[in-house]
């Protein structure tokens, strides 16, 4: 999703104003609360029109992330709150956009923030522009040449920790895709002096003390060195150690950055030879010898640690010692030595230290340089940054200071000329009147200074090349003299004390009123400094060193380029190299971050308003605000001042289809803000009061407040719309999916049974026709049949009589009829007696009427039985039924039966009627008498018989003595339940009673019968017709008899010839009763 675009501003959520050009009432009071209020809410940008004032919070702010990179790009610069960024940005578009060389002029004193601002501005520059291998490492390099030039030339002073003891501009070049290509940096004025003697509470550069804690022993070996610092005389001991910082660890930066900056290892060895060397020479020491002619001498203390330098750089040790011993003039043609005394072998052993240091610092400034420079040769921005050193007021202020405030006085000067042309160019370009602004302008102070004819650094210079004896005292008479009537100027001996308010002012000094307060200058030193002399014997001897960077520093010592004219001095240098500064700076357009420092003690959350006062003042921010205010306090162009303030007239609102000045014209009227308030420039709404600008400002708010609830009502009410449209949009659609859906089933349902009762129909008829066709089609093939069948028997019956195959037929059947006939009247003649025994039969005359024959014989024989049986009376049909019965019951059985087959029954044998013995037995008698025989019972003891009469009635069984015809017994027929016999020819039987009955008590009967199958017969007839209950007659060779208490087996044994043909009985033993049977 695109970023969306808000439109904010400077105005929004302001704490106290971010553009003191709104300060009202404008004078320092506000001026000064206005920063303070910021600072204490960490804001610590504050605008003055285009101008950022930096108060240091001494604090790491998260101000500076990537993000915050990225809010500030490509935004103008009064959308958002002040920030070092936007001017940062503001300059970077300026230069890729609309090709105007930029340059960002970072001013404020010691320990303000400069050097920390000037990376911020390179850091932001490097975020934003272009990206790709090749331009990171340009990017890179240029980052990084700052760890690298900090080392060398920051130190730390009683302001600051990081204090940068030299001028530095550098410029960026960027090709016109605003990509960087690479820089050139410029070095201004190292404080040289810092390395031989530092103020007490201060430090040397910061690369003495890096190296000393963060080289490796090997590498301390090899540079000759000791840890310790207080081996050197040259490192100020009270303040070895800075709070926060870790030497060692910048000692690993710096050579990092060295080497991504692109110094060669041997190159980076050079330089800590020199830095070594340096230290070392601190540690020569003189002691003075007298010579004979009177002069003193000095000579070098201890000889081992020249020993080691010269070891070090390659020097011969006696060219050293020596140029240490003499100093040599030469003046056409002529050479004069001279012996040193033991304060110039002082003077001179510093005056190398300091030139090596110095010349050193240059080096690695140019090689720095050689490494970063473009590439190429087409035309380039350029984005200058001057981080320069800050103005400043010591107690005992030299001739460093003096030329570091005369740096100062010059870029002031530039600023106010350039904040000025900006401004009056601005009324000019927005055609609006120009007012004419008082404010000070100090060119009259850089007058004073750089004059060419009676400036303080002509003067010196004239003082340093005139002959004779020359001090710093008689440069001070000579300012006396000349400078006397400056108004800036004062000194004890001048006649101008306009400005003296003690009368104590020193004698050896001098005092300039600057633009931003005065300073007294201790005129010690000032020419020497300003001679900057090195003894032509030590840079000879340098010259000489077999250490080629070395070699390389001192030109000058190479005697085949002697130089007899005098070298140009610091002062006049110095000056130079400013003039060009400024031209250089003429033609950029300038950006400008005035830093402050809140207070003396590096202490975050402080904010000295007597300090930040006098800041204020020397910085010219309230002239600054008023040269900015000179009629107008605040302008805009006319499509943001729409932009912003268009809801708080009907005709703007919401958007206004004219060009932004009507619109903003329009707007003014509508609100009803008094003409004299502002004036249309051709892009710019200028407002003359900041109160008109609140008002607008307070009545946007207010409109805003109405306005979001306007827009929240209608995001309600739209939002509640869309939300119904589509649940109602997605209901359609849902029913109209649903309708279809269900017309759809509907329709398949109605077409599917539609098709069914189709197919039956269908079915139904073609089922109809089928059966009505098979129908007409079954009549038509009967009648068919029923003709063909009718018509053959018609024609059958016609033809029949004349089938050849009806003639066999008709002749078998008359030939067999004609065989029965003849078979039937041959055997009414044949036909044999009507006695049914009769068994001859004439033979069948045919096969064929086999079974015929057989049937008539069988038919003939019941005939003939019938006939027969038709002539029995009665008696003899009861006698043949008794036959009958006697067959069925023994036939087969008995052996004894076929013998009785011819014996005609007689029943009664025995004639009791007749017999009057037995009269008495008859009378007892009154039934009918079926049988009554003699017949031998056998006596179950032995075997023996007894003959008894047998006596049956109707119903009853009696045994009557023979003699007497006493009657033995009597027994029911009911109570006899079985007759047993043998299967053997004899007349044995037994009758068994029922058990208990009366005639029971001497057990059963044991009998033998000449009769035995016509009594057994008769018995059984009998109590078949009486009881009606089939008498049991078994027939077996081996049965019990019940004799009283015991059972009896009678068993019928196969008897020997010689008792005759009579069946013997004999008793074997108590069981068994045998019975032989011939
Ligand atoms: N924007 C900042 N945020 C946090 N700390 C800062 C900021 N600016 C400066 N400081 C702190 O203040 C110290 C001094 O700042 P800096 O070295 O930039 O001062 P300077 O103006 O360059 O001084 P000099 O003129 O002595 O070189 C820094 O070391 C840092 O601790
Ligand atoms: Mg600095």
């Not at 060895?269 to 340096?278: H, M, R």
Request: hydrophobic fraction near 35%; aromatic fraction near 10%; charge should be positive.
């Amino acid at each position: 999703m695109a970023k969306m675009e808000v439109k904010t501003s400077l105005l929004d959520n302001m704490i106290g104003v971010g553009d003191m050009v709104l300060l009202e009432p404008l004078n320092e009071d506000t001026v000064i609360d206005n920063l303070k209020k910021r600072f204490d809410h960490s804001e610590i940008y504050t605008y003055i029109g285009s101008v950022v004032i930096s108060v240091n919070p001494y604090r790491s702010l998260p101000i500076y992330s990537p993000e915050k990179v990225e809010d500030y790009r490509n935004r103008n610069f009064y959308e958002l709150s002040p920030h070092i960024f936007a001017l940062s940005d503001e300059a970077y578009r300026s230069l890729r956009d609309q090709d105007k060389d930029q340059c960002i002029l970072i001013t404020g004193e010691s320990g303000a923030g400069k050097t920390e601002a000037s990376k911020l501005v390179m850091s932001y520059v490097a975020a934003v522009c272009g990206k790709g291998a090749e331009v990171n490492q340009v990017k890179e390099q240029l980052l990084q040449s700052n760890p690298v030039l900090e080392a060398f030339g920051n130190a730390k002073t009683v302001r600051n920790d990081n204090s940068s003891r030299f001028g530095k501009y550098m410029d960026i070049e960027f090709d016109f895709k605003g990509d960087p290509l690479g820089g050139v940096i410029s070095n201004y004025l190292l404080e040289k002096s810092r390395v031989v003697k530092q103020p007490r509470g201060e430090r040397n550069f910061h690369v003495f003390y890096q190296l000393l804690s963060g080289a490796s022993e090997e590498l301390l070996n090899k540079l000759k060195l000791e840890r310790d610092f207080s081996r050197y005389n040259y490192l100020g001991l009270d303040s070895a150690k800075v709070n926060g910082v870790d030497d060692a660890a910048n000692f690993r930066t710096v050579r990092n950055a060295m080497q991504i900056v692109g110094f060669m290892d041997h190159e980076a060895e050079s330089v800590l030879e020199v830095v070594a060397a340096v230290l070392k020479l601190g540690n020569i020491e003189f002691k003075p010898e007298s010579r004979v002619n009177g002069l003193d001498e000095s000579k070098i203390k201890d000889k081992n640690e020249l020993k080691e330098i010269c070891e070090l750089t390659g020097i011969d040790q006696s060219v050293l010692e020596r140029a240490f011993s003499f100093r040599t003039v030469e003046a056409k043609q002529e050479k004069v030595s001279t012996t040193l005394n033991v304060a110039q072998a002082y003077y001179a052993r510093d005056a190398l230290a300091k030139n090596l240091y110095s010349r050193l610092f240059s080096w690695l400034v140019n090689r720095i340089n050689e490494s970063i420079k473009a590439q190429t040769k087409v035309r380039k921005k350029v984005m200058g940054v001057l981080d320069i050193y800050g103005f400043e007021i010591f107690e005992d202020n030299s001739f460093e200071q003096f030329i570091i405030n005369y740096c100062n006085e010059k870029l002031q000067q530039i600023f106010i000329e350039l904040t000025l042309k900006e401004e009056q160019e601005e009324y000019i370009r927005e055609d609006i009147e120009w007012t004419h602004i008082e404010y000070f302008n100090n060119a009259i102070i850089c007058d004073l200074i750089e004059n060419n004819t009676n400036g303080i650094l002509a003067m010196l210079d004239e003082e340093c090349l005139r002959p004779g004896t020359v001090t710093d005292e008689t440069f001070l008479e000579k300012l006396n003299q000349v400078c006397a009537t400056h108004q800036h100027f004062e000194s004890r001996m001048s006649k101008c004390s306009r400005f003296l308010n003690d009368t104590s002012l020193p004698h050896s000094c001098f005092r300039i009123q600057h633009y931003a307060g005065k300073v007294l200058y201790q005129v010690e030193g000032f020419v020497d400094k300003n001679n900057d002399l090195l003894y032509r014997d030590l840079s000879q001897a340098m010259w000489k060193a077999g250490h080629a960077l070395i070699k390389s520093l001192f030109p000058e010592g190479n005697p085949a380029k002697i130089n007899l004219k005098r070298p140009p001095t610091a002062g006049s240098q110095f000056k130079a190299s400013v003039a060009t500064l400024m031209k250089n700076l003429q033609t950029k357009n300038p950006n400008y971050i005035r830093c402050i420092k809140p207070n003396d003690k590096k202490a975050a959350h402080i904010f000295n308003e007597g300090l930040v006062c006098h800041q204020v003042r020397y910085l010219g921010l309230l002239e600054n605000v008023r040269v900015r205010r000179a009629g107008y306090a605040f302008r805009q162009a006319y499509e943001p001042c729409l932009e912003r303030y268009k809801m708080l007239c009907k005709q703007t609102w919401p958007h206004w289809k004219g060009p932004a000045r009507a619109g903003v014209e329009v707007l003014f009227n509508e609100l009803e803000i008094p003409v004299e308030e502002y004036s249309f420039g051709r892009s710019k709404i200028f407002i003359r009061n900041p109160r008109t600008l609140f008002k607008l400002e307070d009545l946007r708010k207010q409109r805003l407040e109405d306005l979001a609830t306007l827009i929240q009502k209608i995001y309600r009410g739209w939002k509640c719309r869309t939300h119904f449209l589509l649940m109602r949009k997605s209901q359609i659609v849902i029913a109209a999916w649903f309708r279809r859906y269900a017309q759809q089933k509907r329709y398949q349902q109605i077409k599917s049974s539609a098709l069914v009762i189709q197919s039956y129909i269908r079915g139904w008829k073609a089922r109809k026709i089928l059966r009505e066709l098979k129908h007409q089609k079954r009549c038509e093939e009967a009648v068919t049949t029923i003709a063909a069948y009718w018509h053959g028997t018609q024609v059958r019956r016609e033809y029949r009589k004349f089938f050849r195959a009806n003639a066999g037929k008709k002749i078998y059947e008359f030939t067999l009829q004609r065989i029965v006939q003849k078979y039937f009247l041959e055997m009414k003649s044949k036909v044999p007696s009507l006695s049914p025994i009769d068994k001859n039969w004439p033979s069948r005359p045919y096969l064929f009427l086999d079974s015929t024959h057989k049937e008539l014989k069988r038919i003939f024989h019941l005939w003939r039985c019938k006939k027969y049986r038709d002539q029995f009376t009665d008696q003899q049909k009861l006698i043949y039924e008794e036959k009958l019965e006697a067959s069925e019951l023994f036939k087969d059985k008995k052996a004894l039966y076929p013998s009785s087959v011819g014996q005609p029954f007689q029943g009664p044998y025995l004639e009791i009627n007749k017999n009057p013995k037995y009269k008495k037995l008859k009378d007892a008698i009154e039934e009918k008498i079926i049988i009554a025989e003699v017949v031998n019972k056998i006596n179950r003891a032995n075997g023996k018989s007894t003959s008894r009469i047998f006596l049956l009635t109707n119903n009853n069984l009696l045994l009557a003595d023979q003699k007497s015809g006493q009657i033995k017994s009597e027994v029911p027929l009911v109570d006899v339940t079985k007759v047993s016999m043998s299967s053997q020819n004899d007349g044995f039987f037994a009758i068994h009673l029922k058990e208990g009955c009366e005639a029971a008590s001497k057990g059963d009967f044991l009998f033998s019968s000449d009769h035995l199958i016509e009594m057994a017969t008769k018995l059984y007839r009998t109590t078949l017709s009486q009881t009606k209950q089939k008498l049991n007659i078994e027939i077996s060779d081996e049965f019990l008899v019940q004799f009283r208490q015991d059972k009896v087996c009678v068993k019928f044994i196969q008897g020997n010839q010689k008792n005759g043909s009579v069946p013997t009985c004999k008793r074997k033993n108590n069981r068994l009763l045998e019975v032989a049977v011939p």
